[in-house]
């Protein structure tokens, strides 16, 4: 029965892309005084709570489309939404025109 339980940490880490950009919406817990807003360049508003940021987080670029809600008159980011590499951003932007075609396709 020694074999069942939780497991170490040695067997859970994975060391793909994939894993690092999911690594970005889980909480940490931060001082008070410390604010996510500093190395966040917000590129645009794509609705009320939703935006579009470019941020260095763990020493990395990362693209981030998130929702954002309010709690107590501050705009903290929420779980949903996507942090993309720039080498998966890039590969989205080469690919902007199959998009529009296929948007075009289904309209």
Excluded at 59 to 73: N, T
Excluded at 82 to 89: A, E, P, R
Aim: charged share 35%.
């Amino acid at each position: 029965m020694s074999s069942r339980g939780k497991r170490k940490d040695d067997d859970v880490r994975a060391s793909d892309d994939e894993s690092e950009a999911h690594a970005s919406a889980k909480k940490i817990a931060k001082p008070a005084d410390s604010s996510d807003e500093s190395d966040d360049i917000v590129v645009c508003n794509i609705s009320k709570n939703r935006r579009v940021s470019v941020r260095n987080w763990n020493g990395k670029i990362w693209i981030d489309i998130r929702e954002f809600y309010v709690k107590d008159g501050k705009t903290l980011p929420g779980k949903k939404g996507i942090s993309l590499s720039v080498d998966q951003w890039n590969t989205l932007r080469n690919h902007a025109e199959d998009i529009e075609k296929a948007l075009s396709d289904l309209s």
